[in-house]
């Protein structure tokens, strides 16, 4: 009867492990907004206009944590910071030695960082459609409700829970791929991370 319990066990767990594997994208995503709270990890960016002509690629750090707090922090090939405390959003770029500020909700609205980094409900703002799944990797389209949002679409992939890699298509048919590495759940943020003091003299624009 051991080896009966023994398969039994070993069947269970690898039902247990289909499940996993048989969640959608959208179902992926569902999960990562209600119960990831925080995040921290790496990124790196390239834009490929409509021309089929590549940007140089952007490699930097990400963090962020419910609701609205978040922080894309651009280190190669310049630096620029985009980060919110939840109330503001800040645009520093130090080579112009200019910030821009305005409200996080007119920022972001319905923005791709809405999608991973909000707290609102998807479906409000966005129409979310499963894609193909490639190579154990599952794929989903966010499709913004708004005219105006700036965007076409946006392709995200999922594996093991977590988003990997966005594919950005926008109103001037340039897209945009970010690769997202090193995903730490666990990071624990504390509210200060996302706190932003802006450097004496530099020049600030206010949006409203």
């Known amino acids: 009867m051991k080896w009966l319990s023994k398969i039994s066990v070993l069947a269970l767990g690898l039902t247990a492990s289909a499940m996993v594997y048989a969640q959608s994208a959208t179902q992926q995503l569902q999960q990562f907004v209600q119960q990831v709270h925080s995040a921290s990890g790496q990124f790196s960016q390239s834009t490929i206009d409509a021309q089929g002509a590549s940007r140089p690629a952007q490699t930097g750090e990400f963090a962020f944590k419910r609701p609205g707090k978040f922080k894309w922090s651009v280190l190669k090939p310049y630096e620029q910071l ?31 960082a809405a999608i991973l980094f909000g707290s609102g409900q998807l479906e409000d703002s966005f129409v979310l459609e499963d894609r193909p799944d490639e190579e154990a990797v599952q794929w989903l389209r966010a499709t913004p409700k708004s005219n105006d949002a700036g965007f076409t679409y946006v392709d995200i992939a999922f594996k093991d829970q977590l988003p990997i890699r966005l594919v950005l298509l926008d109103s001037f048919n340039q897209r945009t791929i970010i690769d997202l590495t090193q995903v730490n759940t666990q990071a624990g943020l504390a509210d200060s991370t996302f706190q932003f003091k802006a450097p004496s003299g530099v020049d600030v624009v206010t949006l409203p």
């Open 82 to 112: 985009v980060i919110s405390d939840g109330k503001q959003l800040y645009q520093y770029d130090p080579d112009l030695n200019q910030l821009t500020q305005r409200g996080v909700d007119q920022a972001i609205g319905t923005s791709p």
